[in-house]
Structures are given as C-alpha cells and as structure tokens.
C-alpha cells in the first residue's frame, strides 16, 4: 500500500486527539502526528499522561525544545504512552522558537541535536526521526543540512522529514515561512542521493494525488498538512489513486461515525473543541456553505452535537 507512506503534518492547534481521530473514520493507514508539543509542556500538564488509542496507530509524537535531558525524561514517560515514533522538531521557525532558541535554530547547533538523539535512544527503542528545513534564511547552501544529517544519523537517527524550502528566522511569520522561502524538491532530492542509507520523507506544497505519486518515487514518503486539513475527504482521492481503494465513506457517513467515535471523549469538552475540525467536511461541494453555516450555529449555540446528524436531511 502507497497510502501508508502518506503523513498528516504535526499543526499546532489543529493535530490533536479530535482531528486525529476524524483523519482515522476516513482511513485507518496514513500516518498520524500530533501537534508540536515542548518538552517544557509535555513533562509539566497532562500531556504525559495521554495514552494512545489502538485506533491511533501508526501515530508520532512531536517535540520541541534544546535540552537533551529534558528530551531524555520526555522520552522515559512517552516508551510507556504507546506512540510509534518520537520526532524531534528542527524546522519550526516562529519568535517563540527563535527566543528558546529551539525548532529551526537548532539546525545551526548539531552537536545538540546529536547529543538529543543519543538521550532519547538510550531511555527507549522507539524509533525516532526529525523533521527539518533545507536550511536557514535566504542562504541556499545544503552545508548546514548536510553536517545535521551527518552527525545526527551517526548517534542512531535514520529518518528525516524535509520540509523543502528554508526557515527564515526573524521577520517571517511561521504563516509567511510557509509560501516566501522557495520550494526546492530538486535540493531535497540531492540530500537524499546523498544518504542513499537514510530515510527521507518530502513535505512542502504538494497538494494533487500525481505530485504525490511522483514524489512517492523519489522518497520514502509523502507529508501533508493544511490540504489535508481543508479538505480531509482529499484522503480517499489519495487512497483510490495510490491504492486503485474503490470502497468510500459518503460525507455524511464520515460525520455518523465520527460524531460515534467522540461520544466517550466528550466529557466536559466544549462543541467547539469537539467539532471545529469539521469545517472541511463539505469542502468545495454545493452543500460546503450551507453546512458551514450549520455547525457554525451548533458550536455557538452549544447545542447537542447530536443535532449534526441531521444535516442529510436538510
């Protein structure tokens, strides 16, 4: 199967337990992380005592952060959560990043980073990997890359998500880092040629399912994030072109089974935790205003959730 070398991108405020779990009603194989997460805020709320559901499987969890030790604690608590892989952000390039002078920053410090990739291997054999950038600011040299690469897989790191363009940090919101820094697959692809030993996965403006087969051939893997996430029926167009996956879900079955899934997470959860990932159901279809109109007025309204399924009938 193709569709499971398919990511949905770590999106802070997006990639969270109810995203993941509408991204699982519609395919139970493309790979799932969670949001970034520090270790800062893993190791001190309750973060830590999340356990992973066996329908979440294959799923990552992302950190952030410049401490080996405090990747190494994380690391203890998260062998015993039920995650797959532990990776380590070093492509987020917000001002909150910069003053830690973690994410993207530490692309100009991989001593760190492979004093990070040691902690954690010796707390836990989960996999790991690291997700990162061409490079920083407008410089388009593949040097820093290269030595990351180099040093990190050396301590026991053996897959890398590129994100295909650079960080700029300073003066870039981390919504300009994803459009202004050019795309460049052709680079991402050197570093592959490069490590032919390693595993890289190419994320970075490939929105239709050809550019995802044509980049399947070039890597070992695929990320998505806010197409995904703006249009999540997209994943069954994945399935059907990679996997000739005939057997779909309607709409409106997506919505039955999800509002199912989330009847044991709702506890004290407010409609708009539970339900403002469901915009995007009805993307670019006749029923998408309509539709957005009415979960709009059941999130403000606080009315049962319950209510949803009788949108068909409208």
Same mark, same amino acid.
């Given at each position: 199967? /193709? ?8 999106? &802070? ?7 993941? =779990? +509408? ?10 992380? =969670? $949001? ?38 994380? %690391? !203890?608590?998260? /062998? ?12 987020? #390039?917000?001002? !909150? ?12 410090? #991989? $001593? ?9 291997? *010796? ?12 490079? +920083?600011?407008?410089?388009?040299? +593949? ?10 897989? %050396?301590?026991?790191? !053996? ?7 650079? %960080? ?19 680079? %991402?692809? *050197?570093?592959? *040629? ?18 995802? $087969? ?7 893997? &695929? ?8 249009? #999540? &029926? ?7 072109? @990679? ?12 919505? $039955?089974?999800? @509002?199912?899934?989330?009847? @044991? ?19 670019? =279809?006749? /029923? ?25 009938? +409208?």
């Amino acid at each position: 199967m /193709k569709i499971n070398k398919t990511y949905i991108a770590p999106m &802070v405020g997006r990639t969270d337990v109810f995203f993941r =779990t +509408l991204v699982r009603v519609i395919s139970d194989s493309i790979n799932l992380y =969670t $949001e970034m997460t520090t270790c800062d805020a893993y190791l001190h709320t309750s973060r830590k005592y999340y356990k992973v559901d066996e329908n979440e499987h294959h799923i990552s969890i992302q950190l952030a952060g410049s401490d080996p030790k405090k990747f190494a604690q994380c %690391a !203890k608590i998260i /062998k015993n959560n039920g995650y797959d892989e532990i990776n380590i952000n070093v492509g987020c #390039p917000s001002s !909150k990043v910069v003053r830690g002078d973690f994410g993207a920053c530490l692309m100009k410090k #991989p $001593e760190t980073l492979s004093s990070i990739v040691e902690e954690i291997t *010796k707390h836990t054999d989960i996999p790991l990997s690291i997700k990162t950038r061409l490079g +920083l600011n407008y410089d388009e040299s +593949l040097d820093l890359l290269v030595d990351l690469i180099t040093k990190t897989s %050396a301590v026991g790191c !053996k897959k890398y998500i590129i994100h295909a363009r650079n %960080a700029v940090l300073g003066g870039l919101s981390p919504k300009k880092n994803r459009s202004i820094p050019k795309i460049r697959y052709n680079d %991402a692809e *050197k570093i592959a *040629k490069i490590f032919p030993d390693l595993q890289f996965v190419i994320n970075g403006e490939i929105e239709q399912v050809e550019s995802i $087969e044509h980049q399947l051939n070039i890597f070992d893997g &695929v990320m998505l994030g806010r197409k995904i996430y703006d249009d #999540p &029926v997209f994943i069954q167009s994945m399935q059907t072109h @990679l996997d000739g996956q005939s057997s779909q879900i309607t709409r409106s079955e997506i919505l $039955e089974k999800y @509002l199912d899934a989330i009847q @044991l997470m709702k506890h004290d959860k407010s409609n708009y935790l539970l339900l403002r990932h469901l915009f995007g159901l009805y993307y670019n =279809t006749p /029923k998408s205003k309509m539709w957005k109109k009415f979960l709009h007025h059941t999130i403000s309204s606080d009315s049962s959730i319950d209510q949803l399924r009788k949108f068909k009938e +409208l």
